[in-house]
C-alpha cells in the first residue's frame, strides 16, 4: 500500500510581494507503482508526488536503481506489461494521465509530452532518414502535408544548431555522431511545441564537451518555448547547471525536494547529504565521502519503514519501524526523514 510520503505539489504563488506565479504544467500526487511478481505486495515507486511548472526545469536525482527512469516511463504511459500503477493523479492539461486509454496517452505523447532518453538510438528508427522521422512525428499529431511536415523538420534541425541540417534531413540515424543524434531526438521530440519535456539522463552516453553543448542547447530552447521539463540524472554538476527544483529520488520514494538553492545549500536528508559526499553529521558538516556505504534495495527488498535505514548512520529504531513523513524544512523545502529539519536535533537523534 502506498504510504504517504511524498512532497506536496507547491501551489501557485498568490501573495502580491512573492515570485511570479507558477504555471504548474504537471502535478503528480502520491504515485504508485508495483512490478507484478517482483515488488512483493510492496510499491516500487511509494508516494511520489511532484509538480513542474511552465519554463522550469525539475530535476529527478538519485543513484543507478532509484527508480528514476520507471517513474519517467509511468507518467509517459510507456510501463512494460509487468508494472501497475496502484495509486494516484498525475494532472497535465486539466487531466489525469493516469486515467486514459492507451490511445489518449498515445495521443498526448509526441505532442503535448514528449521524452528523450539516454541513447537516441532506442528511439531512432536505423531504417529511416532523420528527415522521415521528424516529419512523420509532427504528421501524426498535425494535419500537414509532406513538404511543409518536411520544411518544419529542416527548420527543427537548424533550431537545434546541427551542421549541414539539409544534408543531414536525408542522412539515417547510423550517419550522425551521438552528440548530433541527440540533437536530432531533441529537434523530434519538440517539433509539436510539447507543454513538458521528460529527458532521462540525456546526456549521459556523451563525452563532456559534447555535454555541455547538449545541456546549453536544452536550456537555449526552454528558454525560447517555455517548455517545461523534467530532467533525469545522477549528476549533480548538471542539476547545479539547469534545475530550478530538484526532487532527490531513493529507492522509490522522494526523500527531498526543493529550489535548487536551498538543495545545495542546506540539504537536509542524510540521503542527499550522503550523494553530495558529505558525512551526514546531524547540524554541523564533517570530512567528505566519494560514495554512500551499502546499495541501493532491489525492487523485490524493499525495507520497511524508512527505505535509506539499512545505509542511514542515524538510523533509530522508529525508522525502521514507520515511514517518515516528508517535513517543510524551509520556504518550498521538504524532507522525509524523522529527524528533519536537521537544526532541531543538532545533538543528535533521540
Ligand atoms: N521491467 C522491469 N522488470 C523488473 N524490474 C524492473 C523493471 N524496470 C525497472 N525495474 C527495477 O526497478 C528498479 C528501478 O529501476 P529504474 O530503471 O527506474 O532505476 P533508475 O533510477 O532509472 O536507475 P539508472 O540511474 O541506472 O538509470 C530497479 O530495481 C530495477 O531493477
Ligand atoms: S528517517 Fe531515520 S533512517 Fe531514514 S533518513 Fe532519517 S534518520 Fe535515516
Ligand atoms: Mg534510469
Known sequence: MASDIGI???????????????????????FGLSLSGVSSGRNLVDGVSLSVARGETLCIVGESGCGKSITALGLMGLLPPVAQITSGTAMFEGRDLFRLTDRQRADIRGSRMAMIFQEPMTSLNPAFTIGNQIAEGIRR???????????????MLR????????????????????????????????????????ADEPTTALDVTIQAQILALVRRL????????????????VVAEVADQVAVMYAGRIVESGPVDAIFADPQHPYTIGLMGSVP???????????????????????????FAPRCPFAAPRCTAEAPPAQLVGPDHRAACWFAPLELHAGGPA
Open 222 to 237: 526552454q528558454d525560447e518555448t517555455g517548455t517545461a521539463m523534467i530532467l533525469i540524472t545522477h549528476d549533480l554538476g
Open 141 to 155: 499529431h498535425r494535419a500537414m502535408g509532406k513538404a511543409e511536415a518536411r520544411s518544419l523538420a529542416l527548420e
Open 8 to 30: 506536496a505539489p507547491t501551489p501557485m504563488a498568490a501573495t502580491p510581494d512573492a515570485a511570479p506565479a507558477r504555471e504548474v504544467v504537471l502535478a503528480v500526487e502520491n
Open 159 to 198: 533550431r537545434v544548431r546541427i551542421p549541414a541540417p539539409e544534408k543531414r534531413l536525408d542522412a539515417y540515424p547510423h550517419q550522425l555522431s551521438g552528440g548530433m543524434r541527440q540533437r536530432a531526438m531533441i529537434a523530434m521530440s519538440l517539433a509539436n511545441d510539447p507543454q513538458l519535456l521528460i
Open 281 to 307: 553529521s546531524l547540524g554541523r558538516r564533517a570530512g567528505r565521502l566519494a560514495t554512500i556505504p551499502g546499495t541501493v534495495p532491489p525492487a523485490d527488498r524493499m525495507p520497511a519503514g524508512c527505505r
